[in-house]
């Protein structure tokens, strides 16, 4: 045996545990230690393999560590080297699989059972910490895939019974989970995370809030769905919900805090129906902007003339605006990448008349009140669409305005993609609509190119 004495990183990756996992045995007495001035917390490796040794249940022919994770293609975390399987006295082996419904795999086997009424439930085949065979439904499985998350979850559970090591703590409620979501993916990742932030506690919590993450179900999900859309919400915001789910099991999963996403198999909704754009004619401008306020009016001028979102305009910066070189650089974009846009005549006048007024602020836009970014124009932008006439308009549906104004004068899709920074041309197609005129023009190509071909629709055939 080596003589080598091991760091606490080496020991803890040696057993598959974390250095937290580690320092309690330490703390506990329960693992063979070195502890010296100078060089710290060190363990024997000789010491080490008579402890596992002594630990150690005999492992029969199905034993845990000949299994081929690759082959089963689970979808949690690698389960750790796990040292025992099976009786103590050489207790019976696990059935041969018999038929597609009967899965062995290694460490244990899950296979399916019809009930009376025809439906089908996924069961559990697998050894406890004493040697005893364990046959039990796989609660919530509907699937193979998510009958050996369960298998793979049980046989875990008892590993770390058998070597006396605490079990990750999957008693988690949602409500402690959303916070550690936030706190940990959100925040760090998304800029939108504010966004998360209000649908978890306004929406999400007070319905799935006191259930523990393990217990919430595919079913329990489409019931909140159905209730949202009971509530009057859009079938996109469902959507955006139901994906801020799924990616929240997923790295439940990641950080071992359960074994299965409930989301998975709940497919969003068609946003077909849901698409209520509106374009704004040139006479509804003229209207729009004569009842705007005097602030409100550059503000509409820019996203009119340059697609930009609101939060771009309403945290543009003068920094960003090159009046010179007729270019607007937009920072912290959605796509995470800085734009162009060329400034066209109509704007370059109202952004040379706001710059000589505001003299050396920073902000294109300032709230007077505050001299911060405005926060929200929507009640004034509703009050002027409200005194002009216009009906169903949304903010957005400028940069829907902007993007079908371009595509009707001649512009081609690609550029109108990089203006508006998307990443994708089908992306853009939604921001383009074509006009009555386009449309009309486009059928009377067929006319065009019937007469050159010498047909004439006044043919007796067709009329009579």
């Known amino acids: 045996m080596s003589q080598r004495l091991l760091t606490v990183k080496e020991l803890s990756s040696f057993l598959s545990i974390s250095q937290c996992a580690l320092y309690r045995l330490v703390e506990k007495h329960e693992i063979p230690f070195i502890r010296r001035q100078g060089i710290g917390l060190r363990f024997r490796r000789e010491a080490i393999d008579e402890w596992l040794e002594k630990h150690t249940r005999k492992p029969n022919k199905y034993a845990i560590q000949h299994v081929d994770n690759k082959r089963i293609n689970m979808t949690s975390a690698s389960l750790p080297p796990i040292i025992f399987v099976g009786g103590d006295n050489g207790g019976s082996e696990m059935a041969t699989a018999k038929s597609k419904s009967r899965y062995n795999v290694g460490f244990g086997a899950i296979y399916q059972r019809k009930r009376k009424n025809g439906s089908v439930r996924w069961y559990l085949d697998y050894w406890d910490a004493t040697g005893k065979r364990v046959q039990r439904v796989a609660e919530h499985a509907s699937s193979k895939e998510e009958a050996l998350i369960a298998l793979k979850s049980a046989v875990l559970d008892v590993h770390y019974q058998a070597c006396g090591i605490s079990a990750p703590s999957q008693n988690l409620s949602f409500s402690e989970f959303s916070q550690m979501y936030l706190d940990n993916y959100a925040k760090v990742n998304k800029r939108s995370w504010r966004d998360d932030s209000y649908r978890l506690e306004a929406k999400m919590k007070p319905f799935f809030g006191r259930y523990q993450l393990q217990d919430i179900t595919p079913l329990m999900i489409e019931k909140y769905r159905a209730q949202r859309l009971e509530q009057g919400v859009t079938r996109s915001t469902v959507n955006r919900e139901t994906t801020i789910l799924k990616k929240m099991f997923n790295l439940a999963i990641d950080w071992n805090l359960t074994v299965q996403n409930p989301a998975l198999k709940v497919k969003l909704f068609s946003e077909k129906d849901t698409q209520k754009e509106k374009i704004l004619t040139g006479e509804e401008e003229v209207k729009l902007l004569a009842e705007s306020p005097a602030f409100l009016r550059p503000i509409l001028a820019v996203a009119l003339n340059t697609g930009m979102r609101r939060g771009e305009i309403l945290n543009l910066r003068w920094e960003q605006v090159d009046l010179a070189k007729r270019l607007i650089v937009v920072k912290q974009t959605k796509s995470g990448k800085d734009r162009l ?69 001649g512009a081609d899709i690609v550029t109108v993609r990089d203006l508006l920074g998307h990443f994708s041309v089908k992306m853009t197609q939604r921001y383009t609509h074509p006009g009555r005129s386009q449309k009309f023009a486009a059928v009377g190509l067929l006319d065009q190119k019937r007469v050159q071909n010498g047909g004439n629709l006044l043919h007796p055939c067709y009329t009579n």
């Open 341 to 409: 846009i060329p400034i066209n005549d109509g704007l370059y006048a109202v952004l040379r008349a706001l710059k000589a007024l505001g003299g050396r602020q920073d902000l294109v836009f300032p709230n007077p009140m505050t001299g911060k970014p405005y926060t929200e124009v929507k009640k004034s932008f509703k009050l002027a669409c409200k005194r002009a006439g216009i009906v169903g308009l949304r903010f957005h549906d400028l940069r829907h305005t902007f993007a079908s104004r371009l595509v009707e004068a």
